[in-house]
């Protein structure tokens, strides 16, 4: 996988899936570790360290940290296993902030954003908190997995970038529409979680990570304008990338698989590795091997099967007969790791087995 990630060719193709879910892991692996997991079917680890990311996915309703001026208050509303309804109140010295989350046994999302009136975001300004990573649990984790596969990391808040990060604290259809409206709002909300993100960066520095992500799915082009991108999100992750890379890092820019008319400003923003290579057949905007024509080798590249009419859904020979394809097209000249595109959550363990065992058949 280091191979792959620095644009070489390695033994073999290396396989593996973006992140394992509890749920697919307790409902047909009786609970087992996800780094269980990737050696069970002979797949390439991928571990997360979700710690100190806060991320509302990553959370529970009592994990949400709070500060003398940053006070947050979760009520449940419902914990019903597949309802979970909470409403958090955070108080502040200037004001009240309320978000909401649902959620169910296989994920949890916002129903309810953070950001209401323009004044919200300088009472995020002044009072959000940001944690700092802790580096002796990363480093501990790091030494765990050892040479069964590599540690990523992630930049903090709800999405590693600015840009992702606001269209989690603000209904997006109405961030869209600011950037129309009132650019210069925009620009200073993200240059709020600029500033709040460079700080936890700072805390990275000797933290054992082999990728950090970065991104996020809401820059993608099937949700925003390749001009928005470049106004609303290029310079931002320029600036996150960079000092990333000031600490050593190489980090991983996540679009979900809309790429379509951005691929300069992917390579220009200073990502190493451009993921997921989602398909058109599961929400992409074009296929893994057009991408990788455009990108011409400039940077690694990770994912491109779709893990849910192919993975969760095929037959074993049209998930090897798409592994290879994939190998062909898009992993020949190295620089590259199959991966699912996202998250799967009730897939048959015979086809995750059958999708392991066709990658390893893929040599240099």
């Known amino acids: 996988m280091l191979i792959a990630l620095n644009r070489e060719k390695p033994d073999r193709l290396p396989v593996t899936v973006h992140q394992w879910q509890s749920y697919h892991l307790h409902k047909y692996l009786a609970g087992i570790s996800d780094l269980e997991a990737f050696e069970?079917?002979?797949?390439?680890?991928?571990?997360?360290?979700?710690?100190?990311?806060?991320?509302?996915?990553?959370?529970?309703?009592?994990s949400k940290t709070s500060t003398k001026d940053w006070q947050v208050m979760a009520q449940v509303i419902s914990d019903s296993p597949?309802?979970?309804l909470v409403d958090y109140t955070i108080t502040t010295p200037e004001g009240r902030l309320t978000f909401q989350t649902e959620g169910n046994q296989k994920t949890t999302w916002i129903s309810g954003y953070l950001?209401?009136?323009?004044?919200?975001?300088?009472l995020i300004r002044k009072?959000?908190?940001?944690?700092?990573?802790?580096?002796?649990?990363?480093?501990?984790?790091?030494?765990?997995?050892?040479?069964?596969g590599i540690l990523r990391g992630f930049v903090w808040g709800e999405q590693a970038g600015c840009w992702q990060h606001?269209?989690?604290?603000?209904?997006?259809?109405?961030?869209?529409?600011?950037?129309?409206?009132?650019?210069?709002?925009?620009?200073?909300?993200?240059?709020?979680?600029?500033?709040?993100?460079?700080?936890?960066?700072?805390?990275?520095?000797?933290?054992?990570?082999?990728l950090i992500e970065a991104g996020g799915g809401a820059a993608s082009s099937t949700l925003i304008s390749p001009n928005l991108h470049q106004e609303f999100c290029l310079p931002y992750d320029r600036k996150l990338h960079d000092a990333l890379h000031n600490l050593g890092f190489k980090l991983a820019y996540h679009t979900c698989g809309g790429t379509l008319g951005?691929?300069?400003?992917?390579?220009?923003?200073?990502?190493?590795?451009?993921?997921t290579l989602a398909p058109k057949s599961i929400g992409?905007?074009?296929?893994?091997?057009?991408?990788?024509?455009k990108i011409r080798g400039r940077l690694s590249l990770i994912g491109g099967l779709d893990q849910c009419s192919v993975l969760t859904d095929g037959t074993k020979e049209e998930i090897r007969s798409k592994v290879h394809e994939l190998f062909e097209k898009v992993g020949r000249n190295g620089g590259y790791i199959c991966s699912l595109s996202d998250h799967f959550f009730e897939t048959p363990l015979e086809n995750i087995q059958a999708y392991a065992d066709a990658a390893r058949e893929c040599v240099y």
């Open 40 to 62: 069970k079917f002979g797949l390439d680890a991928q571990i997360q360290h979700l710690g100190e990311v806060g991320q509302t996915q990553a959370g529970t309703a009592t």
């Open 82 to 84: 597949d309802k979970r």
């Open 115 to 122: 950001v209401k009136q323009d004044e919200d975001i300088e």
């Open 127 to 148: 009072y959000l908190p940001v944690p700092k990573l802790n580096k002796k649990v990363v480093n501990e984790l790091y030494d765990r997995v050892g040479e069964r």
């Open 166 to 210: 606001a269209c989690c604290l603000m209904d997006v259809h109405n961030l869209i529409l600011c950037c129309f409206d009132k650019p210069d709002w925009v620009h200073r909300f993200l240059g709020i979680l600029l500033e709040k993100k460079l700080q936890f960066i700072e805390s990275m520095k000797g933290a054992r990570f082999d």
């Open 262 to 275: 951005i691929e300069e400003m992917i390579v220009a923003n200073g990502c190493d590795v451009s993921e």
């Open 284 to 293: 992409g905007n074009q296929e893994p091997w057009e991408f990788a024509a």
